[in-house]
């Protein structure tokens, strides 16, 4: 790691009298492998919305590397490298694979006032990173659920992001496929991208994280090495009861 790319301090979010985030403070470093864990309603979901920009938080502040993104958009937030894929895949159902793919790639010259590109090039590149060569020409509605899941992630890192956040990219899937989304996760992030994963699935969160993160009932109970964590009596309860 080189610094570090992500800050969060002090962050909170109501909706009403409900308190969703209550004061989560989180660092991550550039090139870090994060696992962000907790039960159902514990706030993951908000808090990756709050980071993103698609809702603004009442407390606190994210600094994304070394700039505070209060009041940005989500779009200006991706624009500075900060990425997120979503659980339930959103290609525009009418446009190609590679067409799904073209869009963000021109975003991303045209925003970040880049020279042009070989469009066709770079869509050719991220298709078979994720293993989806030859499908450009195919509408997503001819996919299997893991080549969605394939496509939604190469959607994401059109945007070159710096930092991805990976929303359970796995849920509902086989053990091999499972494997497979694993292994493009962790290949992404030997090519520099830093990585927040949210899954529910422990053993790829395991395998994935050099650090594991839990969140309960909008608080941070623990942070650090997987294996301690997950030992944590606090974190045990949570998962287990009492």
């Known amino acids: 790691m080189s610094g570090t790319l992500l800050e969060v301090t002090g962050l909170a979010k109501r909706f009403g009298g409900f308190v969703a985030l209550d ?3 989180l660092a991550v470093g550039a090139g870090e492998r994060v696992g962000l864990i907790g039960p159902n309603g514990s706030g993951k979901s908000t808090f990756v919305n709050c980071l993103s920009g698609t809702l603004r938080n009442e407390a606190g502040q994210v600094r994304f590397d070394g ?3 209060d009041g940005l958009a989500a779009h200006r937030r991706t624009r500075l490298g900060l990425a997120r894929s979503f659980q339930l895949p959103r ?7 590679g067409e799904n793919l073209r869009i963000p790639i021109e975003y991303v010259v045209h925003a970040r006032g880049r020279g042009r590109i070989d469009v066709e090039s770079r869509c050719a590149e991220l298709l078979e990173m994720v ?3 030859g499908r450009t020409d195919e509408l997503p509605a001819g996919l299997t659920q893991v080549e969605m899941r394939k496509l939604e992630l190469a959607r994401a890192m059109a945007a070159e992001p710096k930092l991805l956040i990976a929303d359970e990219a796995m849920a509902g899937l086989s053990h091999q496929e499972v494997d497979d989304i694993l292994a493009l996760l962790l290949q992404l992030n030997d090519r520099g991208v830093t990585i927040i994963m949210i899954e529910h699935i422990m053993r790829a969160v395991m395998h994935f994280s050099q650090r ?3 969140l309960v009932a909008g608080r941070k109970i623990a942070d650090g090495l997987p294996d301690e964590v997950i ?3 606090e974190v045990e309860r949570a998962y ?3």
């Open 23 to 25: 004061g989560i403070d």
């Open 231 to 233: 030992r944590n009596p």
């Open 67 to 69: 700039r505070p993104l």
């Open 240 to 242: 287990l009861g009492e």
């Open 212 to 214: 594991l993160v839990v």
């Open 131 to 133: 293993g989806l060569a």
């Open 91 to 97: 290609p525009f159902l009418s446009l190609t694979v």
